[in-house]
């Protein structure tokens, strides 16, 4: 029930946004160490798929670009695996190998980039550096935006670990790489790069659409930082859906995609 009640809850602000094209491809970009088959775990490309989204496979940012032949529907979304654990820099450049993939493959249709956690920072500086003309909108899932206090305390917790005994056993039990989970760190042994955030949050980003999903009860980002309106490039220029949800993505996310993408 109270699913249910979430759903028509943001379906209401859903609807008070523009609508897009009737032909466009969605570009699902995980987070720092996450593979695209994230969002097929969480059940998001099955309600894209329920909502008439075919689906247009997986994509990598070499070839073969794709693991399945071309599908002429209209509308389809595609998975996309990153390098895991890259640095927002080195990530973008590699979405951008994907994306320029995608516009030769869907000639004329618009290109929808969707964000999970980091994946939405990547996925934001990639409009900053390489601006695409087929990319029309942005649409983020509790991305740091500003940055994630969680990368700070891992952070510190990793490093008081590599001090002591225990940090011998960190490779083996994954605690090693935890402290870069939101993919916001530069190389091991350094600090996460607020520097670089500010300069990417001042910077110039292209007149497409930009819609935040804030997760009020996400216990590893802020809602501020999740949200792009506050961002000094976006402020005023972003859409901002509320969501109660937490941090992992949900099924449901697909079917509020679909309500905010298709055309009304």
Known sequence: MRGRLRIL??????????????????????GGWDRGDG????????????????????????????????????????????P????????????????EALARRHPGQELVLVGHSSGGVVARELLVRQPHPAISTLVTFSA????????????????AL???????????????GMHRREGLWGPEGTSPDAAHLEWLNTREHPPIRYVSVVRLADPWVDAASQDMNRLPALRGRAHTLPSPGGHRLEAADGTLLAALLLPR
């Open 9 to 30: 809850l943001l379906a209401l602000l859903v609807w008070l946004l523009p609508g897009l094209a009737a032909a466009q491809i969605v570009v699902l970009v995980p």
């Open 144 to 159: 740091p935006h500003a940055g994630s206090g969680w990368s700070a305390l891992a952070r510190s917790v990793t490093d």
């Open 84 to 99: 895991a654990g890259g640095v927002p820099p080195e990530r973008a450049r590699a979405l951008g190998q994907v994306v």
């Open 39 to 82: 969002f097929r775990h969480a059940g998001v490309t099955a309600a894209l798929n329920a909502a008439g989204y075919a689906d247009g496979g997986r994509a990598r940012p070499e070839a073969p670009w794709f693991d399945r032949a071309p599908d002429p529907a209209p509308r389809q979304f595609y998975t996309v695996d990153l």
């Open 162 to 176: 590599a001090d002591s005994a225990l940090g011998l056993y960190a490779p083996f039990i994954g605690i090693e």
